[in-house]
């Protein structure tokens, strides 16, 4: 059976119970659209444990027999977010002694698992970059190595970080390389800042865009044909894409 945990809520307003009328409350629940304070809620036992400490909060709750989470209303982002979690002081202090019995192991574990994910990345960036390399054999080596780089960012969520980038998709390395050179190459930051309507500013500097890509895929001496030399572009000179 899944359990439904108590949402427990941080106030931005000075907020009053509605059954005993104590207040400011710092944490309350809402009950038929009313605040009730966590004693009269009968979570005035519970102990705050504020999140961050993945290990300490997963042991914690799975030793608590009641438990609630605690959110707090972000007016910028306009959603709730997760602030802790209230637990039982015995389930917290058995958490606490569990966690530092292990520190040293699990402190092990996530070197281990960073390096993993060092190496991993690093694979990541370098067959990014000698895929770039393929398609745009005359471009700088350097600037080859700085795309790779800047697309496969971790945590960044651009193009070598998505599924396409990692396999290596053509259009996907494209597009990486394509926004690169709008950035760096052509006036369309500026543009943008001048208030020039972004379609509009794409549009203008879309024959800026496609001269450099053409020198890029220009085959280097010795070499008959550049990879992606030939075969249909999109608007600007991205291959089967169109420009959104």
């Known amino acids: 059976m899944d359990l439904v945990a108590p949402v427990v809520v941080e106030p931005l307003r000075r907020r009053r119970c509605a059954e005993c009328r104590r207040g400011p409350l710092e944490r309350m629940i809402v009950e038929y659209g009313r605040p009730v304070c966590l004693d009269c809620a009968d979570l005035g036992h519970l102990v705050f444990l504020r999140r961050g400490d993945t290990a300490l909060t997963r042991r914690a709750r799975e030793r608590s027999a009641l438990w609630a989470v605690v959110v707090r209303h972000n007016r910028r982002r306009t959603r709730y977010e997760r602030q802790g979690l209230l637990v039982e002081e015995t389930a917290l202090a058995e958490a606490e002694a569990a966690c530092l019995a292990d520190t040293e192991a699990r402190a092990r574990r996530r070197a281990r698992d960073a390096e993993r994910r060092a190496v991993l990345d690093a694979g990541v960036t370098e067959a990014l970059r ?57 006036p369309y930051d500026s543009l943008l800042m001048r208030g020039v309507p972004r379609h509009r500013a794409r549009a203008q500097i879309a024959p800026a865009i496609e001269q450099v890509l053409r020198a890029w895929r220009a085959p280097l001496p010795g070499q008959r044909d550049a990879p992606g030399a030939t075969g249909a572009t999109g608007a600007e000179g991205v291959p089967g894409r169109t420009d959104r």
């Open 130 to 186: 000698a895929e770039i390399l393929r398609l745009f054999p005359a471009m700088p080596a350097a600037r080859a190595a700085e795309i790779a780089v800047h697309a496969s960012a971790k945590g960044s969520g651009r193009v070598g970080r998505t599924a396409a980038g990692r396999a290596l998709d053509r259009d996907a390395v494209t597009a990486a390389v394509h926004a690169s050179v709008r950035h760096v190459d052509t």
